[in-house]
Nanobody, 125 residues
């Protein structure tokens, strides 16, 4: 059974960087679309960035465009979210999600099938 594991969250100062990782031990992710989502306290869940299978398509929310980069390393079975120029409003729990039926990513609005437990990102001085 596919299980997603996120890592890389933590406390960082404004302007700093973090790299989040999403992996699935023992389960190849190369045929899955992967999305990164976040949810801050009292806010709705937001689709931050999504990537299609084989890196064929990517989407970024306007709030992170130019600052975040999503990438996949299928050899290491990992999808990354590189976060630069972090702002306090980026503070949230970040989740990765996977779906085997999404072929082309044009947004993060699809219903993703499997979700990780999340990793906390806090941007504060």
């Amino acid at each position: 059974q596919l299980q997603l594991v996120e890592s890389g969250g933590g406390l960082v100062q404004p302007g700093g960087s973090l790299r989040l990782s999403c992996t699935a031990p023992g389960f190849p992710l190369d045929h899955f679309a992967i999305g990164w989502f976040r949810q801050a306290p009292g806010a709705e869940r937001e689709g931050v960035s999504c990537i299609g299978p084989s890196d064929a398509s990517r989407y970024y929310a306007d709030s992170v465009k130019g600052r975040f980069t999503i990438s996949r390393d299928d050899a290491n079975n990992t999808v990354y979210l590189h976060m630069n120029s972090l702002k306090p409003e980026d503070t949230a729990i970040y989740y990765c999600a996977a779906d085997p039926f999404i072929v082309l990513v044009t947004n993060c609005e699809a219903e993703y099938d499997v979700w990780g437990q999340g990793t906390q990102v806090t941007v504060s001085s």
